[in-house]
T-cell receptor, first 114, second 115 residues
Framework: DAGVIQSPRHEVTEMGQEVTLRCKPI?????LFWYRQTMMRGLELLIY????????DSGMPEDRFSAKMPNASFSTLKIQPSEPRDSAVYFC????????????FGPGTRLTVT | AQTVTQSQPEMSVQEAETVTLSCTYD???????LFWYKQPPSRQMILVIR??????QNATENRFSVNFQKAAKSFSLKISDSQLGDAAMYFC????????????FGKGTKLTVNP
């Protein structure tokens, strides 16, 4: 199995630009999670989907952040416009009942906003 | 709200020795899961061990074991015969059983293994 795939692995952008992070969950997993990791705040859940439907988006910082899951094999996290404080590592994870809801993490995307 | 606290920002251990990482949590739930994740410099999050709250027996995975004290809401990780490859950030995490699948993480403990 290929595991959770995230792209890009690194992204450097200027303040004000739009950033789109992508995630492909493990095939057969029906829950998908987006996390953000910073030194100050640690690992925070931004949003999670179950069967492509957003279940809990209470961690999404503000309206500049949006996430979609158009189908079971793809999700995006978009930041528009980006700000320097958005610099972080963004992780995607997936799971399913068959996995007893053990979350499998992707390699993360390191975002730097200058 | 559930919270997870790791009181040791950094720990160090000599190779082949034993080290214990601390974790406490706060919850009003009776059924839940607890996890320890390892994050090496590659930043990949790797599940080390998990514990179901209803199980009294402490989980063990090779050199890794936990001391789960439900009444005290404590969940420590013991690493025996430490190896250089154990050097990493270690995160304690909590999830309720049923309902929301979200994980709540502690801030992490950076473990250094000295040769």
């Amino acid at each position: 199995d290929a595991g959770v795939i995230q792209s890009p692995r690194h992204e450097v952008t200027e303040m004000g630009q739009e950033v789109t992070l992508r995630c492909k969950p493990i095939s057969g997993h029906n829950s998908l999670f987006w996390y953000r990791q910073t030194m100050m705040r640690g690992l925070e859940l931004l949003i999670y989907f179950n069967n492509n439907v957003p279940i809990d988006d209470s961690g999404m910082p503000e309206d500049r952040f949006s996430a979609k899951m158009p189908n079971a094999s793809f999700s995006t996290l978009k930041i528009q416009p980006s700000e320097p404080r958005d610099s972080a590592v963004y992780f995607c994870a997936s799971t399913s009942r068959a996995q007893d809801y053990e979350q499998y993490f992707g390699p993360g995307t390191r975002l730097t906003v200058t | 709200a559930q919270t997870v606290t790791q009181s040791q920002p950094e720990m160090s251990v000599q190779e082949a020795e034993t080290v214990t990482l601390s974790c406490t949590y706060d919850t009003s739930e009776s059924d839940y899961y607890l996890f320890w994740y390892k994050q090496p410099p590659s930043r990949q999050m790797i599940l080390v061990i998990r514990q179901e709250a209803y199980k009294q027996q402490n989980a063990t995975e090779n050199r890794f074991s936990v001391n789960f004290q439900k009444a005290a809401k404590s969940f420590s990780l013991k690493i025996s015969d430490s190896q250089l490859g154990d050097a990493a950030m270690y995160f304690c995490a909590y999830r309720i059983q049923g309902g929301s699948e979200k994980l709540v993480f502690g801030k992490g403990t950076k473990l250094t293994v000295n040769p």
